[in-house]
């Protein structure tokens, strides 16, 4: 009669009473059917109701308990505390950017990377300036409370200041600011500091090679950029980062990036740059279509 019961699919011993069944496959008993799911990153205990954020799994104690990064914006589970309030994780701690000339290597990269992608050359590059979270609130006027801990990371300032949500941010009249400056707080993991350089960099392209986009709609400027910053994560294989970018639900930089994708289409840069030419500005709507069509 044995030869007729199930085995278990994972330890093979043959089931006498009552066993779990999952995709086609059989369990003994509880041990055997945790051994099958994912572990939480941070705790390692088997998750049977959690949270996935990109290729990671945590536990519902830990993405409730554990401080998030202001970096990656992951759960972290042994975070370094910043002198600003700020908490990093391990990982973004070993490669972040902490020092003028780290940052202006990584700056650097991020400009040579971008004018390769547009074969366009800034007329003149945009001084960095390296601050703190308590500077950067100061500069950019406020900082919403949904934002937090992830907290405003680059502005552009150039006549204009950009407040940011996130990643990137909405126009503000800024004449107090100096002109041709971009500030990015410090501690960024150095492939997240590159990614917000090439958002803030590319709002000086548009500023210099685009002038006829000055009164368009502010979900057209960050789509354009995020879209520039979306192209250096596929690039270097950002996936994390890629992945924030993609599924934003903000109106100005998610919709909007998710239209100017459309316009860009297969054939990338060249496309986009046809449609920054062309466009009908005063036909643009105020917000972004969600449907995304082009």
């Not at 759960?75 to 701690?93: H, K, S, W």
């Not at 707080?185 to 803030?200: G, N, Y």
């Not at 980062?241 to 994708?261: A, C, M, Q, V, W």
């Not at 054939?267 to 036909?283: C, E, I, P, S």
């Amino acid at each position: 009669m044995d030869q007729l019961r199930p085995k278990c699919s994972i330890c093979r011993t043959t089931i006498q009473g009552e066993y779990r069944r999952l995709n086609e496959k059989v369990f003994c008993g509880d041990t055997c059917f945790q051994t099958t799911l994912p572990s939480c990153k941070i705790c390692t205990t088997p998750v049977k109701k959690g949270f996935t954020v990109t290729q990671y799994t945590y536990c519902e104690r830990c993405m409730k308990e554990k401080a998030t990064c202001f970096s990656c914006g992951l759960p972290a589970a042994y975070p370094t505390a910043l002198d600003d309030g700020r908490e990093i994780c391990v990982n973004c701690m070993r490669w972040a950017v902490k020092d003028s000339k780290g940052a202006q290597q990584n700056y650097e990269r991020a400009r040579r990377q971008l004018e390769a992608w547009t074969a366009l050359k800034h007329a003149s590059v945009p001084v960095l300036v390296l601050v703190d979270k308590n500077e950067m609130q100061r500069l950019s006027g406020h900082l919403r409370k949904s934002d937090s801990p992830v907290s405003i990371r680059g502005l552009y300032s150039r006549q204009i200041m950009m407040t940011k949500k996130g990643l990137f941010g909405t126009w503000k009249e800024a004449p107090e600011l100096d002109q041709e400056k971009i500030y990015i707080v410090d501690h960024l993991h150095d492939s997240v500091f590159r990614v917000v350089a090439t958002h803030e960099l590319m709002h000086d392209l548009i500023h210099e090679h685009f002038p006829r986009l000055k009164e368009a709609p502010l979900w057209v400027h960050e789509g354009i950029c995020q879209q520039a910053a979306a192209e250096l994560c596929r690039r270097r294989n950002y996936a994390d980062t890629l992945h924030g970018i993609e599924e934003s639900l903000d109106p100005d930089y998610g919709d909007g990036f998710r239209y100017i994708k459309q316009v860009s289409g297969f054939q990338g840069w060249h496309a986009l740059k046809r449609w920054m030419d062309t466009v009908d500005v005063a036909a643009l709507p105020k917000t972004a279509p969600k449907s995304g069509g082009a």
